[in-house]
Nanobody, 124 residues
Protein backbone atom coordinates (compact mmCIF):
# COMPACT_ATOMS: atom_id res chain seq x y z
CA UNK A 1 0.00 0.00 0.00
CA UNK A 2 3.05 2.23 0.36
CA UNK A 3 5.78 1.74 -2.22
CA UNK A 4 9.08 3.51 -1.59
CA UNK A 5 11.64 4.03 -4.33
CA UNK A 6 14.55 6.21 -5.35
CA UNK A 7 17.33 4.85 -3.19
CA UNK A 8 20.71 3.87 -4.51
CA UNK A 9 24.47 4.04 -4.14
CA UNK A 10 25.77 7.59 -4.17
CA UNK A 11 28.94 9.43 -3.23
CA UNK A 12 29.28 11.85 -0.31
CA UNK A 13 27.88 15.22 -1.28
CA UNK A 14 25.42 13.80 -3.79
CA UNK A 15 21.65 14.20 -3.72
CA UNK A 16 18.75 11.77 -3.93
CA UNK A 17 14.99 12.12 -4.09
CA UNK A 18 13.00 9.34 -2.53
CA UNK A 19 9.39 8.76 -3.51
CA UNK A 20 6.59 6.90 -1.80
CA UNK A 21 3.55 5.98 -3.88
CA UNK A 22 0.49 5.41 -1.73
CA UNK A 23 -2.55 3.34 -2.50
CA UNK A 24 -4.10 3.71 0.96
CA UNK A 25 -7.46 5.34 1.53
CA UNK A 26 -7.64 9.01 2.43
CA UNK A 27 -3.99 9.68 1.69
CA UNK A 28 -4.60 13.43 1.55
CA UNK A 29 -5.97 13.38 5.09
CA UNK A 30 -3.07 11.52 6.67
CA UNK A 31 0.13 12.94 8.08
CA UNK A 32 3.11 11.15 6.58
CA UNK A 33 6.70 10.56 7.58
CA UNK A 34 10.02 9.11 6.62
CA UNK A 35 12.04 6.94 8.97
CA UNK A 36 15.34 5.19 8.45
CA UNK A 37 17.15 2.23 9.91
CA UNK A 38 20.86 1.60 9.67
CA UNK A 39 22.36 -1.85 10.29
CA UNK A 40 22.43 -2.65 13.97
CA UNK A 41 20.47 0.46 14.90
CA UNK A 42 16.89 1.21 15.77
CA UNK A 43 14.52 2.80 13.31
CA UNK A 44 14.74 6.58 13.64
CA UNK A 45 12.60 9.51 12.63
CA UNK A 46 13.79 11.53 9.64
CA UNK A 47 10.99 13.89 8.60
CA UNK A 48 7.23 14.34 8.76
CA UNK A 49 4.59 16.39 7.00
CA UNK A 50 1.01 17.31 7.81
CA UNK A 51 -1.88 16.20 5.62
CA UNK A 52 -2.00 19.36 3.52
CA UNK A 53 1.76 19.83 3.48
CA UNK A 54 1.50 23.03 5.44
CA UNK A 55 3.91 22.01 8.18
CA UNK A 56 7.07 19.95 8.07
CA UNK A 57 9.35 18.55 10.75
CA UNK A 58 12.89 17.23 10.60
CA UNK A 59 15.36 15.34 12.70
CA UNK A 60 18.36 17.46 13.62
CA UNK A 61 20.58 15.09 11.68
CA UNK A 62 18.94 15.99 8.35
CA UNK A 63 17.64 19.50 9.00
CA UNK A 64 18.87 21.94 6.40
CA UNK A 65 19.83 19.14 4.01
CA UNK A 66 16.46 17.51 3.40
CA UNK A 67 13.00 18.51 2.26
CA UNK A 68 9.86 16.46 2.74
CA UNK A 69 6.94 17.20 0.44
CA UNK A 70 3.81 15.57 -0.90
CA UNK A 71 1.55 15.72 -3.93
CA UNK A 72 -1.93 14.77 -2.82
CA UNK A 73 -3.17 14.71 -6.41
CA UNK A 74 -0.69 11.94 -7.13
CA UNK A 75 -0.89 10.24 -3.71
CA UNK A 76 2.87 10.52 -3.45
CA UNK A 77 5.28 11.51 -0.70
CA UNK A 78 8.82 12.71 -1.37
CA UNK A 79 12.08 13.20 0.48
CA UNK A 80 14.75 15.28 -1.20
CA UNK A 81 18.12 14.73 0.43
CA UNK A 82 21.15 16.85 -0.38
CA UNK A 83 24.78 16.77 0.64
CA UNK A 84 24.52 13.14 1.64
CA UNK A 85 27.07 11.70 4.04
CA UNK A 86 28.07 8.12 4.92
CA UNK A 87 26.06 8.36 8.13
CA UNK A 88 22.92 8.73 6.03
CA UNK A 89 23.36 5.14 4.87
CA UNK A 90 20.23 3.25 5.87
CA UNK A 91 17.02 1.72 4.64
CA UNK A 92 14.46 4.50 4.32
CA UNK A 93 10.80 3.83 5.04
CA UNK A 94 7.72 5.91 4.40
CA UNK A 95 4.82 5.66 6.81
CA UNK A 96 1.32 7.00 7.28
CA UNK A 97 -0.65 7.77 10.39
CA UNK A 98 -4.01 6.06 10.89
CA UNK A 99 -7.10 7.62 9.38
CA UNK A 100 -8.56 10.18 11.73
CA UNK A 101 -5.23 11.21 13.25
CA UNK A 102 -4.34 14.70 12.10
CA UNK A 103 -1.08 15.39 13.88
CA UNK A 104 2.36 14.13 12.99
CA UNK A 105 4.36 11.97 15.34
CA UNK A 106 8.06 11.35 15.78
CA UNK A 107 7.44 7.83 17.04
CA UNK A 108 7.39 4.90 14.65
CA UNK A 109 4.86 3.14 16.87
CA UNK A 110 2.21 5.70 15.97
CA UNK A 111 2.27 5.00 12.24
CA UNK A 112 -0.05 2.51 10.66
CA UNK A 113 1.08 1.77 7.13
CA UNK A 114 4.69 1.23 6.12
CA UNK A 115 6.45 0.95 2.81
CA UNK A 116 8.89 -1.84 2.14
CA UNK A 117 11.90 0.45 2.39
CA UNK A 118 14.46 1.67 -0.09
CA UNK A 119 18.21 1.33 0.48
CA UNK A 120 20.37 4.45 0.48
CA UNK A 121 24.11 3.85 0.56
CA UNK A 122 26.54 6.74 0.70
CA UNK A 123 30.10 5.71 0.03
CA UNK A 124 33.16 6.97 -1.77
Amino acid sequence: QLQASGGGLVRPGDSLRLSCAASISSFSYRPMAWFRQAPGKEREFVAAITDNGGSTYYADSVKGRSTISRDNRKNTLYLQMNNLAPEDTAVYYCASRPRGYYSVSFSANEYEHWGQGTQVTVSS
